[in-house]
């Protein structure tokens, strides 16, 4: 496997889906369009490409025109992230309580010692 080559100071980063570069393309030229960055984050999450575009954000952060919304797009995939953990998580096993199960063995044991006596008294 081959290293990958690093990135020319300044140079747009690339991934090899095209409408996730596309549409970041889209957010670089309309960065004040708050449509635009919702359907990047919208598409960086279903395509589970969020780190990439926290990258993509975190490369603008220091910038002195879009580093205030880049750092507030960045918490809001952060938060997307922590939903889709959160969505995803199984449902923790369910234990009969003891009662119940204490229970329903009297129930069958009565059942059981009633038959038995009936069958064994005829």
Same mark, same amino acid.
């Given at each position: 496997? $081959?290293?990958? *080559? ?5 140079? /747009?980063?690339? *991934?090899d &889906? =095209?409408?996730?570069?596309? =549409?970041?393309?889209?957010?670089l030229?309309?960065?004040? &369009?708050?449509? $635009?960055?919702?359907? #990047?984050?919208?598409?960086? =999450?279903?395509?589970? =490409?969020?780190?990439? %575009?926290?990258?993509?954000? +975190?490369?603008?952060? &220091? ?6 919304? @880049? $750092?507030?797009?960045?918490? @809001?995939? %952060?938060? @997307?992230? !922590? ?6 998580? !199984?449902?923790? &096993? /369910? +234990?009969?309580? $003891?009662?119940? !199960?204490? !229970? ?7 059942? #059981?010692?009633?038959?038995t ?6």
């Amino acid at each position: 496997m $081959t290293e990958p *080559t690093p990135e020319p100071q300044g140079a /747009v980063p690339t *991934t090899d &889906d =095209l409408v996730f570069d596309t =549409l970041w393309g889209r957010v670089l030229e309309a960065w004040d &369009d708050e449509k $635009t960055h919702a359907a #990047f984050v919208d598409y960086a =999450l279903r395509s589970h =490409l969020l780190p990439e %575009a926290v990258g993509r954000y +975190k490369l603008l952060k &220091d910038d002195s025109s879009k580093g205030a919304l @880049a $750092t507030k797009k960045m918490e @809001a995939i %952060a938060f @997307a992230a !922590t939903q889709l953990l959160f969505a995803t998580k !199984t449902p923790r &096993d /369910v +234990k009969v309580p $003891t009662s119940i !199960t204490l !229970t329903a063995f009297a129930i069958a044991l009565t059942i #059981f010692a009633t038959l038995t006596y009936l069958m064994l008294h005829r």
